[in-house]
């Protein structure tokens, strides 16, 4: 049997021994809910009440922390992560690579007699120095410079990650150098939070509210991913290496049907799915929803909304849990945005907020949003802030493997646009024109039979063609990439929500001043940001090209390439943006553009020389071999046989002069620095791929199957 064969068998038959030997776990939910996690009331029931007094205020109010009380909370932390079966700790971090790193330290100290004690002291607690010198920097600081220090985020729980033989406590922490910049992400999204609850705040007072204490944005963050049986996954080398499929004709059937949107979830993922939430659910991770996505082999699962520090932290587990859950069921979670060409890739939709600690929602329009002018304001904010910054929000989603995703007839465009629907739209165009009355109301949706009830219409229908979508009581920034940390794009959008909302209440303000009434002043203001930043929402298909046409005439940016939106980061107004509200200052904003080209120079080059390596080496000798074997047959005047050999033979032809073109161009770095080798790779390293993997998705289409030597399209997205 040829060994395709035995790999389709093989993932076919495996999952009826896994389901025997790996049954899921059934407790209730209110039971396993956060039982992994230090939570705020068990971390206070084991504190006197001074010490907590203390820990909350840092908490709740970012006092500094004291101190004196680190080795009372360490030692409480201590004794409940051995009471849940874990033998180390560390400290959890987020570095500039995307992912999660850690260092795990044992709780068991040797004495001077021979023997062990377990000790966590407070020093332990709030510091680390975990080695730097191989972590990402950007020039922060030079290879021979290690020293790090990682430092205790307690506005983050502390929780226990299981593994097959153990537990581990995990402290999330933010990480920086020994000079002091962040090298991570999780520094700058607090910064960023803490300069958003400054405006929020002060906005607030504007409008009269006196008991907000503080302000902060809160997120919920949709991931989409692929599973693949993982007999196909290590005979694929691409798959392994870098994440997608660089090679794989489009089977007869992908996703034309529709059939698998929301469709009945097979019993292998499900039972999978539910292994996977039911881990969450210990980390206090509220995920809500879970079902298929678009393409085959595709699915989703969503939280609800939580405080956005958090729901950052959350995320990374999320994805860490899916992919480490996968392998007990025999399956291989993929999250890169497009591993299979042809059809849908997968986002990271993030649904972003401002709630106050009072429980209210900044972005709610209430019942009557043409009165609602405070909902209004924000909105407004909002808008004027998408606007001004369009291409800082294109450079925060942007990487190698998003390029592939953004602006195809599948995700969001690589224009910037807000989404509103027809009621917040005409409810600003009546502002602007000074028309009194009601806007648009939203009404009932009927349904078309007396047996079913009336819906409640929302003000605006979902867009899902639009990057930045207003969805009822919140903005859905779906350009966002599957695989990417959700961190910088949340500081991304507190910074520039804080500065368009500072400014704002400048305006109102300086005009108040001049003996304007509040109201006056404001609706002056909400005039002026819809004059001046209104161009910015569309409310069409964002994937047409009248769109991209209306959007030139606009004057947005249409920037569909991510390396030309790295060139933007270091723009003096995003300078400015981020060093005015102490989010980054110029030389760690400097950092991660250098990062973020470094990154996609090093993706590429690691694709480029993948394809080469597979075409050379795998695809092309199977085509040869099958030439070879035409050219043996002794059959006379065979048209047949003469199409074939002609067929195959002009194919190997192709496929090998596109791999010396791919040979030459991976050779050429394209030069000295990280940028210009950034440029290289998009310009020519990609280009030459591409023809290497058409002139090898037509020779797959000619080869029998058991010539082919890796698992096609047809196999991995259809078995499972």
Not at 603 to 610: D, F, L, S
């Amino acid at each position: 049997m040829h060994a395709n064969e035995t790999d389709v068998l093989t993932a076919a038959r495996t999952w009826r021994y896994d389901a025997i030997q790996s049954p899921t776990p059934s407790d209730v939910v209110s039971e396993v809910f956060a039982s992994d996690v230090l939570t705020m009331d068990e971390l206070r029931q084991r504190l006197s009440k001074p010490v907590w007094k203390s820990l909350s205020a840092t908490i709740d109010r970012g006092v500094a922390i004291d101190s004196s009380i680190a080795d009372t909370v360490a030692l409480a932390m201590k004794t409940w992560a051995m009471e849940k079966g874990a033998t180390h700790y560390t400290h959890w971090f987020q570095p500039l690579t995307g992912s999660t790193a850690e260092k795990h330290e044992s709780f068991v100290t040797p004495t001077s007699d021979g023997a062990a004690i377990s000790q966590f002291s407070g020093k332990e607690l709030i510091q680390g120095e975990p080695d730097a010198s191989s972590f990402p920097s950007g020039g922060l600081r030079a290879t021979f410079e290690a020293r790090g220090y990682t430092a205790w985020d307690p506005t983050s729980p502390a929780f226990i990650m299981r593994h097959s033989n153990g537990a581990t406590l995990c402290i999330p922490t933010a990480f920086a150098s020994w000079t002091g910049e962040a090298l991570d992400l999780k520094t700058p999204l607090l910064r960023s939070s803490e300069c958003l609850n400054t405006a929020a705040t002060r906005a607030l007072r504007l409008f009269g509210d006196t008991e907000t204490a503080s302000v902060g944005s809160t997120c919920g963050v949709e991931q989409e991913y692929f599973l693949i049986d993982e007999a196909f996954f290590f005979r694929r080398m691409d798959l392994a290496l870098t994440g997608r499929t660089l090679f794989g004709a489009r089977p007869p059937r992908g996703q034309e049907l529709e059939d698998h949107y929301f469709g009945s979830i097979p019993d292998r993922v499900l039972t999978y799915m539910t292994d996977a939430e039911h881990q969450l659910y210990a980390l206090g991770i509220p995920i809500k929803t879970r079902h298929n996505e678009v393409a085959p082999g595709q699915y989703e699962v969503a939280p609800i909304f939580e405080q956005s520090n958090i729901a950052a932290d959350h995320q990374q587990l999320v994805m860490q849990v899916l992919r480490n859950t996968a392998r007990k069921y025999g399956l291989v979670c993929l999250m890169h945005e497009k591993p299979f060409s042809g059809i849908n890739g997968s986002g990271k939709h993030l649904n972003w907020s401002m709630s106050s600690d009072t429980g209210h929602n900044l972005l709610e329009p209430g019942e009557t949003p043409h009165d609602n002018m405070q909902f209004l304001f924000f909105c407004a904010a909002v808008v004027r802030a998408v606007d001004r910054h369009q291409e800082l929000l294109r450079a925060c989603v942007s990487s190698a493997s998003n390029d592939h995703r953004l602006g195809a007839n599948e995700a969001p465009p690589a224009i910037m646009s807000i989404f509103l629907g027809e009621q917040l739209t005409d409810i600003f165009d009546r502002l602007l024109a000074g028309k009194s009355g009601r806007s648009r109301t939203h009404g009932l949706l009927g349904l078309g039979t007396p047996v079913l009830p009336p819906l409640p219409r929302h003000a605006g229908d979902r867009n899902r063609t639009s990057p930045f979508a207003f969805t009822g009581n919140k903005f859905e920034f779906r350009a966002v990439g599957s695989s990417q940390s959700v961190s910088f794009p949340i500081t991304v959008l507190n910074t520039i929500a804080a500065e368009s909302i500072n400014e704002l209440c400048q305006a109102i303000e300086t005009k108040i001043k001049k003996r304007q009434t509040f109201e006056m002043a404001l609706v002056d203001v909400l005039k002026d940001v819809w004059k001046r930043h209104g161009r910015i929402v569309f409310n069409g298909d964002g994937y047409s090209s009248e769109w991209h046409a209306e959007a030139k005439r606009r004057g947005l940016h249409n920037i569909p390439k991510s390396v030309d939106a790295f060139d933007r980061l270091l723009k003096p107004e995003i300078v400015e943006l981020f060093s005015s509200h102490n989010v980054l200052s110029n030389r760690e904003l400097e950092a991660r553009q250098e990062i973020m080209f470094d990154q996609y120079f090093k993706t590429v080059n690691i694709e480029g020389e993948t394809t080469e390596w597979m075409a050379r080496t795998q695809l092309l000798p199977a085509a040869l071999d099958y030439l070879a074997q035409l050219a043996s047959i002794n059959v006379e005047d065979s048209r047949a046989v003469d199409r074939s050999i002609g067929s195959v033979a002009a194919a190997c032809d192709a496929l090998s002069d596109a791999i010396e073109h791919l040979s030459e161009q991976n050779a050429e770095l394209g030069g000295d620095t990280v940028h210009s080798k950034a440029h290289h790779m998009c310009s020519n390293v990609l280009p030459a791929m591409q023809d290497v993997r058409t002139a090898a998705d037509a020779i797959e289409r000619l080869l029998p199957a058991r010539h082919w030597p890796m698992p096609s399209y047809r196999e991995m997205l259809f078995v499972k």
